[in-house]
C-alpha cells in the first residue's frame, strides 16, 4: 500500500480486541520507530513497551484510555539531548519524539493493526509510577491490536481541510 492509502486508511481506532498480537509485529514497529529521523540525528527519544498485566494496570492509573489494548506502546523526549537550534533557543525533543510518534501509527496501520494517538495522561501520575520515565516528556501513547468487530471511524475523522484553506503558494 502506498504511503497516501496508508494514511487514508488509518484512524484512531478506540475499541481493540482480545485478539493476541504477534511479536514480529510489534518488532518491526519498533524498527520502524527507531528508524525515523530526529534532529541532528540526536534521538532524543525513549519508547516503553508496556505488555505485562502489572504495567498496563498501572498505566491505566495515569490514563484510561487505553481502548482494551494488552500492549501499548510510550513515547517520551529528553530535552536535554535533543538538538536545540541556535538561532532561538527552540529544543527539538518533543517534534523528534512526535516524528517518532507518527512512525508507530503509521507502522501500526501497515501491520494490520490498530491505535490511536493518545496524549491524555496524567503525566506526574504516569512518572510517578515509571520512574524510568521521570526525565523525559511524554509525548504520546499508542493501545496496540486488532480493531474490535463493530471498532469504527469517528465521523469527525473523514473531515479535513482543502488544499486551497492549508497549503499557501507564495
Not at 29 to 35: C, P
Not at 80 to 100: E, T
Not at 119 to 145: C, H, N, R, W
Request: proline residues 6%.
Amino acid at each position: 500500500m502506498d504511503l497516501l492509502s496508508l494514511s487514508k486508511a488509518r484512524y484512531s481506532c478506540r475499541k481493540i480486541s482480545d485478539k493476541p498480537v504477534e511479536q514480529e509485529k510489534i518488532d518491526r514497529i519498533i524498527a520502524t520507530a527507531i528508524s525515523a529521523p530526529t534532529a541532528k540525528n540526536l534521538q532524543p527519544y525513549k519508547l516503553w513497551l508496556l505488555k505485562s498485566e502489572e504495567a498496563l494496570e498501572n498505566f491505566k492509573q495515569a490514563c484510561h484510555f487505553t481502548f482494551g489494548a494488552k500492549i501499548l506502546i510510550v513515547v517520551g523526549a529528553k530535552p536535554s539531548d535533543a538538538f536545540v537550534r541556535p538561532f532561538d533557543g527552540h529544543n527539538f525533543a518533543d517534534i523528534d519524539a512526535a516524528i517518532i510518534a507518527t512512525h508507530i501509527m503509521l507502522a501500526v496501520e501497515a501491520e494490520g493493526l490498530n491505535s490511536t494517538w493518545v496524549g491524555y495522561i496524567d503525566t506526574p501520575k504516569l512518572k510517578e509510577l515509571f520512574p524510568q520515565m521521570s526525565e523525559y516528556e511524554i509525548v504520546a501513547a499508542f493501545p496496540i491490536g486488532y480493531a474490535a468487530d463493530d471498532a469504527k471511524p469517528s465521523p469527525r475523522h473523514f473531515e479535513r481541510r482543502s488544499v486551497e484553506q492549508a497549503v499557501e503558494v507564495l
